[in-house]
């Protein structure tokens, strides 16, 4: 093990600069300036955008204001998230030749493996779950993602330790019965805190030295506590200079009545199904589906997965879609059929 990486901490900070470090560091390691690093961060009230998102179609802005949540945008693709001091972050910056590949599918499962080791280590018994997520006992713990820069590597991960699943909800700009009692338990139920798990707050440095030796024994290499380098910090202050303006976050903005939030409820002889879902009107999307209702699937978990497949779907995909999802899919509906689920996301739409 004679190839040495370098991990940094650059600790809580506002969104406008973890995002700024995002840009500096995955810059600096494809321009070379710095050694593959690993970086831990935490993140003070923030709702996230994706790049290619619009504030208003994805927040509740009005909450956010109301409790002083900083609303910015990622330069990487996806979904808006929250973020704040009850998660712990990781990032990779890596050079593409010591991946070994170039297949993100590939990279990712190496990683979150590698992570899932670490994490299971502190008493808990967390696995990979293609694509993005790394699990405990089918409830969610961390979501990753990552995205090429030319030959870098920024691979990022979120560990949630005290994390608040209602306040998240009430960040996201979603249908209003997701914020019912029995839809925050339901929601909470698909979340894994590693404090709750473990019956106590676990110490961030032994949670920060668990995945730093886990993805040293993955890569085969032994990591260095290093400062940020002179190229790093002129890179994040030109950085912070275009990410802390409005214009950055303002972009992209397109009205909420261009994504309406629809929702229809269906009775099937397996139940009643209610589908409320995102819709993307001048792009016929399926931008985001919720389903709930009275009726039962094991295991749990299905529905999630199926609101995930769904994601950013053309409506004309949807039959289709839904049909290759429940052939792989190890499902029992009892007396639902597939072909209700694409019957209610049709009448929400009609």
Known sequence: MDKVWRVVDTGLRPAAENIAFNRALLEARQAGEIPNTLRFLRFTPSALLGYHQSAEQELELGYCRANQIEVQRRITGGGAIYFDETQLGWELYLAKPDLGCADMAQISRRICEAAARGISSLGVEARYRPRND?????????GTGGAFEG???????TLLIRFDV??????????????SGKAITSAR???????????????????????SAAFAQEFGV???????TVPELVRYREALAEIIRP???????RPAADMPLLQAVC????GLLRASLAFDAPARRIKQVWFSGDFF???????ADLEAALRDVPLAEIEPRIAAFFAQAQADLQSLAPADFVAAIKQAVE
């Open 134 to 142: 790394i699990e405990v006992d089918g409830r969610k713990i961390s």
């Open 151 to 157: 030959n870098a590597l920024m691979f990022q991960g």
């Open 166 to 179: 209602e306040k998240m909800l009430r960040v996201l700009r979603i249908p209003a019965e997701k914020l």
């Open 189 to 211: 139920e698909r979340v894994a805190n590693l404090a709750d798990l473990l019956g106590f707050v676990p110490d961030t440095e032994a949670i920060k030295w668990v995945l």
């Open 222 to 228: 032994s990591f260095l506590p290093g400062e940020l």
């Open 247 to 253: 214009e950055w976050i303002d972009q992209i903005v």
């Open 267 to 270: 009775k099937f002889p397996g």
């Open 297 to 303: 699937v094991s295991p749990k978990r299905t529905v």
